[in-house]
């Protein structure tokens, strides 16, 4: 089985400062690994996701996430923030054998103008 | 466009009724999936389906079930409401075993009095 842990609820950051939000993984077995961003009132998109190769990965408004596999961690990174990023972001991890997916709790990053 | 709908959007019902929310998706994805989303709690996977006919509890699936008589829909129902399924309710899909990512819908809200 598979499980995502998410280390902070909640990050408050100012505007044009960097960020990181952290994410851990646990599996026995190899995995996909996902970001997904939750707008307000909004369904869930994917911003990216790592399958395999460079461990450095980039995905859309500049985010991007680096895949440890000796740490198990995939966080995320964005070197400058903007108001509009304010949202809920989820970690989310599925096996190479099974479809479904399992996300963190979530951490919400809410920027300070 | 292609997409994946959830009816209704906001439902509220008394304790103890049976309710089912409808998603209803046109990629003619063969996996689909249903989560829960509570504060603190992330997103929880309910059921979850890999095609006609196929249905599979997730890790809160009591009080919850699924059927599968067609591609395009997966209804979740509930079959007693109780207060504790108050709720943001998610259903999302994906092609299938060798793809990745899932495709979310906008979300049911329900409020169960």
């Known amino acids: 089985a598979q499980s995502v842990t998410q280390l902070d609820s909640q990050v408050p950051v100012f505007e044009e400062a960097p960020v990181e939000l952290r994410c851990n993984y646990s599996?026995?077995?190899?995995?996909?690994l996902f970001w997904y961003v939750q707008y307000p009132n909004q369904g869930l998109q994917l911003l990216l996701k790592?399958?395999?190769?460079?461990?450095l990965v980039k995905g859309i408004n500049g985010f991007e996430a680096e895949f440890n596999k000796s740490q198990t961690s995939f966080h995320l990174r964005k070197p400058s923030v903007h108001i509009s990023d304010t949202a809920e972001y989820f970690c989310?991890?599925?096996?190479?054998?099974?479809?479904?997916?399992?996300f963190g709790s979530g951490t919400r990053l809410s920027i300070r103008p | 466009d292609a997409e994946i709908t959830q009816s209704p959007r906001h439902k509220i019902t008394e304790t103890g009724r049976q309710v089912t929310l409808a998603c209803h998706q046109t990629?003619?994805?063969?996996?689909m999936f249903w989560y829960r989303q509570d504060l603190g709690h992330g997103l929880r996977l309910i059921h979850y389906?890999?095609?006609?006919?196929?249905?599979n509890k997730g890790e809160v699936s009591d009080g919850y079930s699924v059927s599968r008589s067609n591609t395009e829909d997966l209804p979740l129902t509930l079959e007693s409401a109780a207060s504790s399924q108050t709720s943001v309710y998610f259903c999302?899909?994906?092609?299938?075993?060798?793809?990745?990512?899932?495709?979310f819908g906008q979300g049911t809200r329900l409020t169960v009095v």
């Open positions: 599996s026995s077995v190899s995995v996909y």
């Open positions: 790592y399958l395999s190769g460079s461990t």
């Open positions: 999302a899909s994906s092609p299938g075993p060798r793809d990745t990512e899932a495709f």
């Open positions: 389906s890999y095609g006609v006919q196929d249905t």
């Open positions: 990629w003619n994805h063969n996996n």
């Open positions: 989310a991890v599925r096996s190479l054998i099974a479809s479904k997916i399992i």
